[in-house]
């Protein structure tokens, strides 16, 4: 059974910077393009960041494009978001997500069939 564990979560202060690592474990991550999502209180859940099965092609949502960089180390089951210039509109629980079913990765949540737990980031102002 894949699962998905993310880490490097917490508090922050706004111009700050968190890395995010979520580790995938009963599978092998060289067979998934790979997702970052969040989710704010009272809000959907929403693509942040996106890595294909090489790693050679990301994206990025347009609110985080230029702050964030996501990457993956496959020898390593694991992937990253570094996350910089932290603002308070980031505060959000992060999943990471898989898909196993395609090469490229998608911005739209029903496509990925394996989602960690979440780790919270809250930004402070």
């Known amino acids: 059974q894949v699962r998905l564990a993310e880490s490097g979560g917490g508090l922050a202060q706004a111009g700050g910077s968190l890395r995010l690592s979520c580790a995938v474990s009963?599978?092998?991550?060289?067979?998934?393009?790979m997702g970052w999502f969040r989710q704010a209180p009272g809000k959907e859940r929403e693509f942040v960041a996106g890595i294909t099965l090489s790693g050679g092609n990301t994206g990025y949502a347009d609110s985080v494009k230029d702050r964030f960089t996501i990457s993956r180390d496959n020898a390593k089951n694991t992937v990253y978001l570094r996350m910089n210039s932290l603002k308070p509109d980031d505060t959000a629980v992060y999943y990471c997500?898989?898909?196993?079913?395609?090469?490229?990765?998608?911005?739209?949540?029903?496509?990925?069939?394996?989602w960690g737990q979440g780790t919270q980031v809250t930004v402070s102002s």
């Open positions: 997500a898989a898909d196993p079913r395609s090469s490229w990765y998608k911005r739209d949540r029903v496509s990925y069939n394996y």
């Open positions: 009963g599978g092998t991550l060289s067979s998934y393009a």
